[in-house]
């Protein structure tokens, strides 16, 4: 459960908030359509929008007088230097930043705006003042220091590291070293082969360890916005190597990419797919079921088979099947 915050305590950035939108992506569509919702609000409610204006400015007369209003939040990390403290102009300029970042937030808590325009609101008026926050900035007292320091250096990797993310990333920033992994080198390492193929997936078999295996096997299926490495990172943590060491036969599902050709599949076309990948893993085996694991929307996908499973009175070809993090 998430802890509640503090009164008057000044939220953290986007990046906590939303995990799932580094996953999947934010759409535009979206963001459009919450900003038309904040401004016919702020039409229909004027004394409400004048009332937290005229809040934000006896604030921002304090913070020009010197006062101190707002802590910033203990897990943001971007005003842990002192400077933002001790230094007058620093801590004027995180100070205004935080009254009116606190006061869009309030005018947002205080709307007539129904709780999921209010969560969207929030999420978007997030995502803006983490955009605006001073300390993406130059004047940022580490970005200066290290300006200094590197004599230059810092600011010119800064501006390749933008041109390299606006080319290849979508213009987002980038957070991880896509050189740093090679499947086959230390990434999904444990030996196996392609045993079927279809539009939509492809069926690994993993090669054993042992001389007798269980004859049941195991068809792991994973997410479908995940790869299905996910499941053989390298030796050590590897969910394929741990099975094959407990003599079991695994098989992976390796999902296909879809791209626009593919905007008419649906949950019935992934079904469809898994049924054939447990066809083939039977046939290869002689078993006559199949133990499954669906981690999250691979799960989803396990349970919508198991119905149409059942009504096609074909439920026995699967013996078990336990879900990794499923909602259903």
């Known amino acids: 459960m998430r802890e509640k915050q503090e ?21 535009g569509k979206d963001l459009l359509t919450t900003v038309r919702s904040l401004a016919v609000h702020g ?11 005229v809040a934000f400015g006896g604030q921002l007369g ?30 004027r300029t995180l100070q205004a930043y935080l009254a009116w970042q606190k006061q869009l ?24 003042s983490d955009a605006v926050a001073p300390s993406n900035s130059l004047i940022n007292p580490l970005a200066l220091k290290e300006l200094f320091n590197t004599g230059g250096i810092s600011l010119l990797n800064g501006v390749r590291h933008l041109l390299e993310d606006l080319v290849h990333n979508g213009g987002m920033p980038s957070q991880v070293n896509k050189t740093a992994f090679e ?16 539009e939509v997936l492809e069926l690994i078999q993993y090669k054993p360890l042992g001389e007798r295996q269980y004859a ?6 994973p997410p479908q916005i995940n790869k299905y490495y996910i499941f053989d990172l390298s030796p050590e943590k590897s969910f394929v190597q741990y099975a094959l060491k407990n003599n079991l036969q695994v098989f992976v599902i390796s999902w296909r990419n879809p791209d626009a050709q593919h905007r008419e599949w649906g949950l019935s076309t992934y079904v ?4 054939q990948a447990i066809e083939v893993s039977r046939e290869i085996t ?3 079921s199949v133990n499954l694991a669906g981690a999250c929307a691979g799960g989803l996908t396990v349970a919508a088979l198991l119905g149409h499973l059942q009504v096609r009175r074909q439920l026995r070809k699967v013996s078990s099947v336990t879900y990794l993090v499923s909602l259903l």
């Open 105 to 128: 937030l309030a005018w947002i808590d205080e709307s007539n705006l129904d709780c999921d325009d209010r969560a969207r609101a929030r999420f978007l008026v997030a995502l803006l």
């Open 286 to 288: 002689g078993s006559r």
């Open 272 to 275: 469809e797919a898994l049924d």
């Open 216 to 221: 049941k096997p195991l068809l792991i299926v």
């Open 7 to 27: 009164s008057g305590s000044v939220p953290v950035p986007a990046e906590f908030m939303s995990a799932q939108s580094a996953i999947v992506g934010l759409r």
């Open 43 to 53: 039409l229909r409610q004027p004394l409400h929008s004048a009332r937290h204006l």
């Open 183 to 198: 499947i086959g080198r230390n990434l999904a390492t444990t030996q196996g082969a392609v045993v079927f193929r279809n």
């Open 62 to 91: 304090k913070v020009l007088l010197g006062d101190t209003l707002h802590q910033p939040n203990p897990q943001d990390a971007r005003f842990q230097d002192p400077s933002w403290r001790l230094n007058p102009f620093y801590r």
